[in-house]
């Protein structure tokens, strides 16, 4: 291909939640995780990302949210490209304009949706054909997570032991299930861990091992229940696999606290709720935001509540999400 | 012994704090430990309870805090009595009286001070002579943790294996290290889940064996820390310690979240007070209450800082404290 022409593409990917967790890699280059996790893609809570590969730059360009950014996340996008460039053959350096229509840094994906768009625009802005699977494994070694927003729906995310064979697929296609994700945000602070150094401490907590170890009984209930749409099922397992990383969270060295008061007051009325046989349970990422999940039909009422609540700031809502995609406008 | 004549006896036992926690059973009976803990003795937070064998009495009598008690709490003193009668070779039964000077069931341990105390009483009463050892591990069948509060200052619990060798000695005495215990009362309401049925629930984690099997090593570290008056290896342990019992107790089955917001919140005040400088840490019993420890002369400034978190209804200060002792004026 001819390094002479601008090459551009802008691309769009929602962000994701975790059911079954990602917290700990086997290969933190690679970011290959200790164990396989599973998600649903978050409709509406997406990264929008533009790349230009343009030969008249003379370093690769990042902004985010109309903000130039330099740095260690200029740095880490760089090193993605050139990931890109070695796979294209190509040698220009790139503009990557990037926003969210949601908070960055606090507990909602914001590197899984901005890593997948990022993948998804850099390769078909460097002409580069991926399947769902490389591009997936790509968006990978970007931000682990990413690779869930890649494919559509309900997404699993195959631990495997190598770059060839960690890579995620759905399991099942957005509309296989009417749930919604209520996303409680209680704080917009930018947290003071993030993920990637919060993998880094897993194993120095005891209970890292014993968490991965149950991680595919855990992985497989999971699955089935959202197979079978057996909501009691799904809630138990997510509840558990949500405690058990903050479980390991709190107990490494350093520990970390994500939890903040309103995070604690969101649990207890959600388990109130459950008490009282609503179809409703909580996950919480790497943050203090709450992810509340319930059917369809309980949505809104659920909404409305989580709103009452001392400390909640925002309620987000979102059903399970699209593939990453191609916008058809730029 | 003549059973004609009416022995009484009026004893007193402080609460404790555990510092390596107690959290499950090897014998859930005879109340054996999977792994021995360490704790402080909390002078001022006590018991005070009287045990008058009667002839005059066609059963066990129970009177908290002036109110007449049956059902099981009756059984359970009962039952304990039935040991102690069979040591002391009556058939008396006995009128309880006993009464705390804080609120019980709400994470401080009442049931530690209460056995402690009704176990001296009980033995004195009917005239038999324990020693430490023996009293110590008469407290233990009563409840677990009540044997540490019959020994003085810093105490030990030895796991053990069996009836014989679990129980509690003193590795330091009170005036060895000038600490303070600020209770932060974030709730009084008596908690759905007791400490026994919590313990049954314990295995049902999958971090429970990971827990246990790193409890010697943080014993080990922690009592060196005591020995020493290092306050720095002292806190990390002792978070790190309070942190691995919840997080088994949030992972089991049924999940239990003893943590309300405000007890959040005292955690968040209290890793920021130590990233200052500040010597202070937390630990948490089984219940929302936080228990603030820090060198005696910060104690004052750390309780008034407490006292203005939201959420916080009244905190009491504790320091290190006596043995279970009988008390003169009965």
Redesign the interface.
């Known amino acids: 291909m001819s390094d002479r022409s601008q090459r551009t593409a802008t691309c769009t990917a929602n962000s994701n939640i975790a059911f079954i967790k990602y917290w700990g890699d086997r290969d933190p280059c690679l970011r290959i995780p200790v164990n396989s996790s599973l998600s649903m893609n978050l409709e509406g809570l997406t990264t929008r990302t533009r790349v230009t590969f343009d030969p008249k730059l003379a370093g690769d360009q990042l902004t985010l949210e109309d903000q130039p950014v330099t740095g260690e996340a200029l740095a880490r996008v760089s090193a993605f490209l050139d990931r890109v460039r070695q796979m294209a053959g190509i040698s220009l350096f790139a503009e990557v304009r990037s926003s969210n229509n949601f908070p960055m840094g606090a507990g909602i994906a914001s590197s899984a949706s901005a890593f997948a768009a990022l993948s998804l625009a850099a390769a078909h802005a460097a002409g580069i054909a991926l399947g769902e699977k490389d591009l997936s494994r790509l968006a990978r070694t970007g931000s682990g997570s990413a690779c869930r927003s890649v494919p559509a729906g309900f997404v699993e995310w195959q631990a495997g032991e190598s770059d060839e064979d960690s890579f995620a697929f759905s399991i099942a296609p957005p509309d296989h299930w009417d749930i919604v994700d209520n996303v409680v945000i209680v704080s917009q602070a930018h947290k003071t861990i993030g993920s990637t150094e919060g993998h880094a401490l897993a194993l120095t907590s005891?209970?890292q091992?014993?968490?991965v170890?149950?991680a595919p009984r855990r992985l497989a209930l999971c699955r089935r229940a959202i197979c079978e749409r057996d909501f009691e099922a799904f809630a138990d397992m997510v509840?558990?696999d949500s405690?058990?990383m903050?479980?390991?969270i709190?107990?490494s060295?350093p520990?970390i606290?994500y939890?903040?008061?309103?995070?604690?007051?969101v649990?207890?009325a959600v388990?109130a709720w459950r008490r009282q046989g609503w179809p409703v349970c909580y996950t919480i990422d790497a943050g203090p935001n709450v992810h509340v999940i319930s059917l369809s039909a309980h949505a809104d009422r659920v909404a409305q509540e989580l709103s009452g609540i001392s400390?909640v700031s925002k309620v987000l809502t979102a059903r399970p999400g699209r593939a990453a995609r191609v916008d058809e406008d730029y």
């Open positions: 005891p209970l091992t014993a968490r170890a149950d509840e558990l405690n058990l903050h479980a390991v709190m107990t060295t520990p606290l939890w903040q008061p309103p995070t604690l007051a649990i207890h388990q400390g």
